[in-house]
């Protein structure tokens, strides 16, 4: 009888403990987030933004990933909703090769990745 006391208690105390749960819980979004922002610019032209001829691809290990740009907008994106620590190479008819060398890490939250963004800043050959 003592065992079954205990064991009760113990299946009521792990109910209890996820009710406390959810007195506060988390609503996440079904919205895909990039974990990836990149803008590009002119170093000639710093106001203008450079989408036309640029191919930005990103790595991780082995994972290879060239981001998207959306029609209208000065940004290209990728890594949607994967973390990883993530070099970067730009490429540009008539600008010099921008590879970086200080990695992106990108992390997460309870629902989504963190997106980082960065503005790279290509210069002429």
């Known amino acids: 009888m003592?065992?079954?006391t205990l064991i009760i208690l113990v299946l009521c105390s792990a109910c209890n403990l996820d009710e406390q749960d959810t007195l506060d819980p988390v609503f996440c979004?079904?919205?895909?987030?990039?974990?990836l922002e990149i803008s590009v610019k002119d170093a000639t032209n710093i106001d203008a933004f450079l989408i036309s001829g640029i191919t930005v691809v990103v790595m991780d290990g082995t994972y290879t990933e060239t981001l998207v740009n959306f029609t209208d907008?000065?940004?290209?994106?990728?890594?949607?909703?994967?973390?990883?620590?993530?070099?970067?190479?730009i490429r540009g008819d008539g600008y010099e090769t921008f590879?970086?060398?200080?990695?992106?890490?990108?992390d997460k939250d309870i629902c989504h990745v963190i997106t980082e963004s960065r503005e790279i800043i290509l210069r002429p050959n």
Request: charged share 25%; net charge neutral; aromatic share 8%.
């Open 2 to 4: 003592k065992k079954l």
């Open 29 to 35: 979004t079904e919205e895909l987030r990039a974990g």
């Open 73 to 89: 907008t000065d940004t290209f994106v990728g890594a949607f909703e994967r973390t990883g620590t993530y070099t970067l190479t």
């Open 99 to 106: 590879t970086s060398t200080i990695p992106i890490i990108v």
